[in-house]
């Protein structure tokens, strides 16, 4: 992934509840690693869905924490964000400053 310009990798937890009408609620939280070295940490939210066929769709909100100069202005910054996932375990997301 990029950050803000910077090639980064992401690690990361995150789990989902099953609400009684069938949508998903996700929390998770990770770590940014960008290749200079710079870190952020960051948790997001979101609601979802699940298909039977095993394939997911959710969208939230992301907010992010980091000491370092190069991305220091996400720490004012609220990003929403859309993830897909398959059966297969491929998955695609997004993400958009709020502004």
């Not at 979101?46 to 992301?62: F, N």
């Not at 202005?73 to 695609?92: C, H, P, T, W």
């Amino acid at each position: 992934m990029t950050l803000l310009g910077v090639k980064a990798t992401n690690t990361c937890t995150f789990w989902s509840v099953v609400r009684p009408d069938g949508s998903l609620c996700a929390e998770g939280r990770g770590i940014l690693v960008g290749e200079d070295g710079d870190t952020a940490t960051w948790i997001g939210q979101g609601v979802g869905t699940m298909k039977k066929d095993g394939d997911g769709s959710y969208r939230g909100a992301v907010y992010y924490q980091t000491s370092s100069a190069k991305w220091s202005r996400l720490n004012s910054v609220a990003a929403i964000y859309e993830y897909e996932m398959d059966a297969q375990g491929n998955s695609r997301s997004e993400f958009w400053e709020w502004k």
